[in-house]
Structure formats: C-alpha cells, structure tokens
C-alpha cells in the first residue's frame, strides 16, 4: 500500500499568494527528500531533512520535518510561474533496504 | 554533459514486441534505479542495483527484466509488451542506497514508451 501520503493533489494559485505541500506518513521516517518535476521534464531534487524539528529554507521554498519525523510540509511563499510543477515528497524507513517512498505528488499551477 | 542519460526518449510500438531501454550515469554513483511514472503522475519503484548487484524487485511482471553490466549502466528489457505498460519510464542514480543515497536522486529525462 501507499507508504507516504500527500496532499492535495492539485493546487492552482494565483501569481503571488503562497502554497504548501503536506506529506504524512504513519510510520516514523529516518528522513524525507523533496523533489520538483516541471511539465515534461524529470523529477530533481531539491532538498533532505533528517532531524526531528528540522527546518531549511530555499529562498522562497521553506521545508519542514515534523517533531515525530513523520510528516513534513513545503511552503512557497509569493509563487511564481516558474514555480509551476509537481512536487513529490519521498520517504525513508530505515529498515526497508533503501526504499525511498514517494508520494503521490502535488501538481501545482500558477495564474499570472 | 549529462548526468543520467537515457534512450531513447520516446518508444511507440506494438502490443507483443519487445523492446529495450538503456541508462548511462557519468556521475560515478553506486546504485541506480527503474521507475515508472503513470498518467497520474505515481512515482513507482520497479528496480534497484547497488554495485551492479540487485537490492530491490518490485512486484514486477517478470516481462520486465533489468540488466546491470557495471555500475555506470542499467539496462531495462521488456518482453511481449502489452497495453497498461504505456508510461514513462525514469532510470535514476544516487550515492548511496534509498534514503541513505547523499544529494537525493539524479533522474534521468525519462523515456515515454506507448504501446499500441
């Protein structure tokens, strides 16, 4: 079954106000990447956090892990077009043998 | 120079036949993967090589068959392909295995195969 829970699924913004991503997942995670994949490109990468509480910020991007290591949320700040894309949380559990679980990804548009 | 270069980038073929996807890294990683991204966007894991050796098989029909020559390349041959197999297919590469991998993921720019 589906390890790592995402949502939503889709967001359309307008140019300017903010989004955020959740990812949920009911086992504790050893960590959780983040990636971002444009229209017709590939997923890259764009951040990990690995300790409880952990907070890192990517200009407008701000990136958290729970307290409980178990969710973790991105936060875009004034979106931009250039922000358009789907952004996949993926996780890790320690003992699965270098599983990394993606979620389902949020597909986000932005309105100019 | 691309990282993780895969080919080819678009395969349109018939039901039956079969067909073979090929991947590259020059980013001297260890480990390197198969997955298959469906029209919902799904990110799925189908394989895993660390060192040319295979650490993780999906439930995967086994009309899928990956190939590893060394630890630069993986290779993913498909047999008597069949409707649902329509995807992209992305070949990726870390340093490391899973979540223990340092700089996350490289993918490469996928492979739209459609079968007809």
């Known amino acids: 079954g589906q390890q790592v829970m995402q949502i939503p699924q889709y967001q359309h913004v307008q140019e300017g106000e903010d989004f955020t991503t959740y990812c949920n997942s009911s086992t504790t995670l050893s960590n959780i990447q983040w990636y971002k994949q444009r229209p017709g490109g590939h997923p890259v990468f764009l951040i990990q956090?690995?300790?409880?509480?952990e907070v890192k910020k990517q200009k407008r991007l701000t990136f958290q892990f729970g307290e409980a290591k178990k969710n973790s949320s991105l936060h875009i700040t004034a979106t931009q077009t250039t922000d358009v894309g789907t952004y996949f949380c993926a996780g890790f559990r320690g003992s699965t043998l270098g599983r990394l679980y993606f979620g389902r990804g949020t597909q986000l548009t932005v309105w100019p | 120079d691309t990282a993780v270069s895969q080919t080819p980038k678009y395969l349109v073929t018939q039901m039956g036949n079969d067909k073979s996807i090929k991947c590259e890294q020059n980013?001297?990683?260890?480990?390197m993967y198969w997955y298959k991204q469906d029209s919902k966007k799904f990110l799925k894991i189908m394989f895993s090589?660390?060192?040319?050796?295979?650490?993780i098989n999906e439930t995967v029909p086994n009309r899928f068959s990956p190939k590893s020559p060394d630890k630069a390349h993986l290779n993913l041959h498909i047999n008597s392909l069949e409707l649902g197999d329509s995807a992209v297919y992305f070949c990726?590469?870390?340093?490391?295995?899973?979540?223990?991998?340092?700089?996350?993921?490289?993918f490469g720019s996928g492979t739209r195969l459609t079968v007809v």
């Open positions: 090589y660390n060192n040319k050796e295979l650490i």
């Open positions: 956090l690995v300790k409880s509480g």
């Open positions: 980013l001297g990683h260890d480990t």
């Open positions: 990726a590469s870390s340093q490391g295995v899973g979540g223990r991998s340092v700089g996350g993921y490289t």
